[in-house]
């Protein structure tokens, strides 16, 4: 079973995550003296970014020991408005001086297809190890269900390989680049960010439904205690358990 945090206000669901990203951090500094965390994008995730950046955060962390992946991102240049790459600089990096060297982004300026392969490259180069287990894996869940760029009816959501591909996403003819929901369920947490009421829906569907991954992407990521839902109350308000 998932662990589910639920929060009564947006800001108090923010501040959850928070405080779990600075513990997750320094549990896993202390053990191996790094810490690894794919980020998600999309609308929800800033207001988190820019507290972790903020006076009441930004000493908690040895951001030096931190190295950054995205869970997915969109088929766009960096400079994009829709990047998630740029949304981060602005709101975590450029504030806490985060050198290059820590920061893996996605390469967009070829084919998408060679983007996923040189991306699932980086990642695999960075480990150095046959099966990659992020520290921390953040993820958000769109009212159709899907997370990270796991969207309903789309090929990608019977790959087995850990690995990062790229997405068709026919209603709007765009391209997105995504790990897959092997690479993200090896990860040793994974955390979920959802609040508003416009989610109620879709939270109830993947942690309740009957299993429909077509329908239902979000209900490929698996759900054992290390995988935390932070919810406020609207978007837990369908939830009947
Ligand atoms: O995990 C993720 O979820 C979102 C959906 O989040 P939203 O806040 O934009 O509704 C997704 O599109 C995003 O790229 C991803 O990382």
Do not use: C
Request: without cysteine; hydrophobic residues 40%.
């Amino acid at each position: 079973m998932a662990t589910l945090k639920i929060f009564e206000t947006t800001d108090e669901v923010l501040t959850g995550l928070a405080d779990f990203f600075v513990k997750s951090a320094s549990e896993a500094i202390a053990v191996q003296e790094r810490f690894t965390v794919a980020l998600s994008g999309g609308s929800s995730p800033k207001k988190l970014y820019e507290l972790l950046a903020s006076d009441a955060y930004s000493n908690q962390v040895e951001w030096e020991k931190v190295y950054f992946f995205f869970g997915d991102e969109r088929n766009v240049p960096d400079n994009h408005p829709d990047s998630n790459a740029l949304m981060v600089k602005k709101a975590l990096f450029d504030p806490l001086n985060i050198p290059y060297s820590q920061v893996f982004k996605v390469n967009t300026l070829h084919s998408p297809e060679e983007a996923a392969k040189d991306y699932t490259d980086d990642i695999y180069n960075f480990f150095k190890t046959e099966k990659v287990v992020f520290d921390l894996i953040l993820l958000g869940l769109g009212d159709n269900s899907h997370t990270a760029s796991l969207f309903p009816h789309t090929l990608v959501l019977h790959d087995p390989t850990a690995s990062v591909e790229e997405v068709f996403l026919e209603d709007q003819q765009v391209y997105r680049i995504t790990f897959t929901a092997a690479l993200i369920n090896q990860a040793r947490h994974i955390a979920f960010l959802v609040y508003g009421q416009g989610k109620a829906e879709a939270v109830h569907h993947v942690l309740e439904d009957a299993e429909n991954i077509d329908e239902y992407p979000a209900q490929l990521i698996r759900k054992d205690e290390n995988v935390l839902w932070f919810l406020d109350q609207s978007a837990a308000s369908l939830i009947k358990k």
